[in-house]
DNA sequence: TATCTTAATGATAATGATTATCAATATCAA
DNA sequence: TTGATATTGATAATCATTATCATTAAGATA
């Protein structure tokens, strides 16, 4: 009966930990003369709280949990809708679906990618070494200056066989 | 009538110009006690020739011109195996759909990318700055010394817009 | 606070890429 | 040349994602 109050208490009540994110997204979801609702609440929060890569059927189930009136269609609207508003990145680690984290900026750093290519785990990494961010500075404006290209963001992965992958071809 | 042979003589019967795939094709199918055949043959020759990025629709097009009894099924299944042996790469820019480019080795060399957000033209580059080729062999060895993956190749790409998308998008 | 406009939603049909199935065909060892 | 069987082509099935459309709800206004 009440479930969206639910849906809106439970990401929007607690003071603090869901916040930023909400604020963030009001505040592009306003400059853009869109309305703010509880499902593009639940999609950021959960996207805000999860510590991996999570897939749109992943993001439904989970929200689904607290909300159940909510529909699948909506969830993939709402994260074509955080990425372009830069909220949130979208990667294709070669599984045949997207998967969703939230935006690098000011709370959750920047990463490069180590992803297997048999089972498709991921690991992030931020410990990059040194001069290695010095150099994609450079990189990047080489490359915009040289092919006129407006660059937003860039995507390192490292792709290859997880320590538990490769004792499975061994055997 | 004579379909097969044309298509084989097409990729096969010019001396130098398709040996080399084809060389390092027929190894590796013999070595995996498979079978040489002409559509496998087909495949590989395309994508040898392109000069860019193609689809698994694309190169069936392009078959079907000269052998049109080929099935989609089998470019598909082709490409899988070819991307498995290391013959092809698979590259993923977003799209919803794979694309396929003869992979680095001898002849083709190794290079990054510049993809366009908006319209995914892609533009391929080897002309790494100083250091950058260095970097990546050092990232390489710490990655997998610390994760224990087995590393075999790397994607980057630089994601943007490119001069005629940052055009459209001022107006 | 009630009302109204219309953006957004949820259910579901449609699409598009890729994979599975299976009878017919082609490879290649003998 | 023949026979075993890997591979193919046609097509059905699957899976992720998008489009459609009637219903609901955000939020400006009275």
């Keep these: 009966m009440n479930r969206p109050a639910e849906g809106r208490d439970q990401f929007q009540g607690r003071p603090g930990r869901h916040k930023p994110c909400c604020m963030e997204l009001e505040g592009g979801i306003r400059n853009r003369g869109m309305r703010m609702t509880i499902p593009r609440q639940l999609v950021a929060g959960v996207l805000e709280n999860a510590d991996g890569y999570l897939s749109a059927e992943e993001i439904y189930s989970i929200i689904r949990e607290d909300y159940p009136a909510i529909g699948l269609a909506t969830v993939y609207r709402t994260l074509v809708l955080l990425d372009e508003m830069g909220i949130v990145n979208r990667y294709n680690f070669g599984e045949g679906k997207a998967r969703y984290i939230a935006a690098e900026d000011q709370r959750a750093e920047h990463h490069h990618q180590l992803v297997c290519e048999r089972c498709y785990k991921v690991i992030r990494y931020t410990d ?15 490359l915009s200056e040289k092919h006129g290209f407006e660059i937003k963001r860039h995507i390192v992965q490292f792709h290859g066989l997880c320590p538990d992958c490769r004792k499975l071809q061994k055997e």
């Design 128 to 142: 990059f070494i040194e001069d290695e961010r010095e150099l994609y500075r450079k990189v990047e404006s080489v």
